[in-house]
């Protein structure tokens, strides 16, 4: 990083040779600090712009081992610059908890104050840093304390909007939601002013409909803030009118509501449509029903288009329209087979055959919505305390942060993942369904892809079934006139064929890829570009995942420094936590 971003025009007054030293820190030019120390030790304490050190600019860089260096060559982990700033509050803005640790180990202290009042967890909230948040809590600092304004870390969170960060702070009541700063704000005016729409639907939930009534020193409540706007230049401020709007109008009393309807729409919306579109083309329009089906495809292939994984809803709940749509393919399948097809079956065991496999399918399905697929409460334990793995470990050992989950506040191992739909952590998670509203991890990942078999297997057997329930229909009629007559007559089944067909082939290139990942021990969301298992062992890793016990081995663990694999083979890789079999 040059030093041309730091440098201000007070700065051309400093010693030259410390602003070579500041350049240095910012370049993370090691070998240049040393030097430089070496000949002039002194100029590790000499204040600079603003009063800066070289240790506020390492810190400001971020580079742990530029300030483990300026530390062992002296340089004070409590210097103040002209705002009063250590370089604990400069570490604390960059969100980094591993530099506080290092300054916290050189005797640096974590609750000196700014001339603003603002002290470390302040800074952190600012930036939205979980990890330096967490670090602090397991430092005995808690998140009530003010600046000058008489603003907590949750004020600060909300006016930057870290949806994280605020979460972390709403959770375990480690703030206070209703305090108001100097102004009368409290978190939720913070929320509305910024048009920060989802943090307010959170804090609407967490306090409830009394919090609409609060007013600021000027007198406004949250609605009064939102109306001072102009709802068409922001999204948060155009989704926040209606909705204090609506609940302004509600009792206090009453209870906050998701969006049930919304969702419940986009759920039952595919199979209640579909429906209709049959009532209509058998009872109404029979002259017509190919126009009436494609009308309702055209709609729910438009509709899933258009969908995201979440509701266009400040609540961000998870969308179920592909669940539903799923649910809608598996249901018109089974009916219009049961309704039409048994009769033009040459053989009866056909019908037998078929019941039996729907069942086995709906028994999967079943298991696979209401199994837990291996959700992971306790982190990783300490080989010599046997206690939980804290985020200061982490900090001491140099690992990296991102192996602490913010939201389960628990310390995963590497091959765990945090799924933010569901919002919970998995062990060895595969990916998050949509069709099954559902994740996809250790305990159901093979019962997973015993579904896409089975179902695949069903559909086949669908669109067997439907070739002789033509062919006993239509025996004389070659294809080219049979195909627009069913179009027009009997469309219901010909569009149920071409839906499965186009399923059956997603479903078996779906399986493969399963299977290609499994082999090589991984999930779809561990891999690993590099692999050096044989197809011996590849063939093992499959036979075991589809008899519902761990890989024969896996390649999760390569080692990019020593290129090898510390894992044996012959041994299954065993999971690191209590997670149930399948």
Known sequence: MSSQAFRGPEETSVNPELQVLMHAVSSCAGVAVQQLLKQNPALVK???????TALHRACLSGDGAMVRLLLEYGADPNATNDFLETPVHYASKRGIPTLVHILAQAGGRLD???KSGKTAVHNAAQTGSVYMLQYLEEKGFGFRDVDNSLQSPLHCVCSFGHLEAFKYLLRKGRSDPRQGDSKGDTPLHICVREGYAHGSWLLINYLGLECLHVKNNLGQTPLDIIKQFDTSKKTGHSQLLPLLTELSKMSQNSKVQG????WYFHLLMPTVVYAFAVLLALNVFPNYQ?????LALAYIIKSAMKASHRLNHVSRWANPLFAGTFCAGMLHTMLVYYWNIPNYLPHQILLYISIICNIFQLYLYYKLITVDPGVVKTGELNEKTRQPVTLSDLCDK???MELFCHECE???????????????CYYRMDHHCLFLLKCVAYNNHARFVWFLIETAFVMSMFV????????????????????????????WILSMVFLNVGSIIWAISLIKYQLDVVAR??????????STLTAVDKLFNVLYFLRGRAVYITDFEFDEKEKQYPTQKGYPVQPAYPVQNV
């Open 259 to 262: 969006p049930n309807q919304l």
């Open 290 to 294: 190919g126009i009436i089906f494609v």
């Open 521 to 530: 021990g991984h999930t779809t969301y561990f891999q690993q570009k590099i």
């Open 46 to 52: 000499e204040k600079g712009w603003h009063g800066q």
């Open 464 to 491: 067997f079934q439907a070739y002789l329930y033509v062919k006993s229909k239509y025996p004389e009629k070659p294809y080219k006139t049979m195909i627009p007559d069913m179009f027009w007559d009997d469309c």
């Open 112 to 114: 000196v104050k700014d």
């Open 410 to 424: 628990i310390v995963r191992s590497k091959v765990t993942k945090h799924c933010k739909l569901c919002d919970l």
């Open 398 to 400: 140099n690992s990296t």
